[in-house]
């Protein structure tokens, strides 16, 4: 199970209630005190609409479309033809929505927003792990989210079949080296994050072997290996498994879709991508209102 369906297990009142919360945050943000311009169309008109996928994707995010809609008008009702998770190719239909025109047109930017960015997570996060099958490693993402989409980005991907880093500072102690120089040392900075008793997972990072050795001793059981070369990483994990004192090994820097599968087959046990969240580019998706009442 992933970090963020342990805090957020699907269907439960937790994750409804965060839904719920970041949807009425984009619509506070986009419609304000009233959206001037559905006023155009009357009161009373009804529509269908479709939402339309205008590239090949991981579709992520309907929750929030739903969540979207109903703060609107519950009224709202959407027919979905593709389930989470689920690929689709170009041109094809989504949903269906029905309802009052207005409330369509309030809250399709503000779902589409949801939509084609976590979808856009989703995918990236779907190309990573594709590309690692077979091997023993895990994709996993990092805190270099879009501001405010934290938790929702953390979901799609493991939508997209990745896993969670620590969702946010509270959840995890990752040491690194800015911590590092401030303690003074690798023991000294050990100690003191085994001092805590936080009851989290205490992780570092290191950036040589020098320093992995170091941190082995000092007792980690957790080591991030910052831009390790891939010759660098065999010897990690070499070393690593000699030493009796078996860390979990996460590489981390310099990876990409080019690379990673040679880095998954060093052995390492993670891989952790900071461009599934912080890189992706919007996925192509459109709504249309196809029929008027």
């Known amino acids: 199970m992933t970090l963020f369906n342990q805090h957020y297990p ?35 008109q009804q529509v269908t ?52 025109a207005r409330a369509l047109l309030t809250a399709e930017r503000c779902s589409l927003n949801f939509l084609q960015t976590l979808s856009a997570t989703a995918t990236e996060t779907r190309k990573y792990v594709d590309a690692i099958t077979g091997t023993q490693s895990q994709i996993l993402d990092t805190r270099k989210t879009i501001p405010n989409l934290r938790l929702a980005q953390k979901y799609a991907v493991t939508i997209g079949g990745g896993h969670n880093q620590r969702l946010a500072l509270y959840d995890g102690i990752l040491i690194k080296e800015n911590h590092i120089a401030a303690a003074g040392s690798i023991a000294a900075v050990m100690a003191q994050a085994f001092a805590l008793n936080s009851g989290k997972s205490i992780q570092i990072e290191v950036e040589n072997m020098s320093q992995l050795k170091e941190a082995l001793t000092a007792g980690a059981t957790s080591i991030l290996l910052d831009n390790f070369s891939t010759e660098q990483l065999v010897e990690a994990v070499s070393f690593n498994r000699q030493s009796g004192k078996r860390a979990v090994l996460e590489a981390s820097g310099g990876i990409g879709l080019k690379n990673v599968r040679e880095i998954a087959l060093t052995g390492i046990d993670r891989i952790s991508i900071g461009a599934i969240t912080k890189n992706v580019q919007a996925i192509d998706l459109s709504m249309r209102i196809i029929h008027t009442n």
């Open 10 to 44: 699907p269907n439960s009142e937790a994750f409804k209630q965060l839904v719920i919360k970041q949807a009425q945050a984009a619509l506070q943000e986009d419609v304000g005190t009233g959206d001037l311009t559905s006023l155009l169309v009357p009161a009373e």
């Open 49 to 100: 609409a479709t939402i339309i996928a205008r590239e090949t994707a991981v579709i992520c995010g309907t929750p929030w479309v739903q969540a979207c809609f109903n703060e609107i008008d519950t009224n709202v009702k959407i027919n979905w033809q593709v389930a989470e998770g689920e690929s689709v190719q170009a041109n094809q239909v989504l949903c269906e929505i029905t309802g009052p």
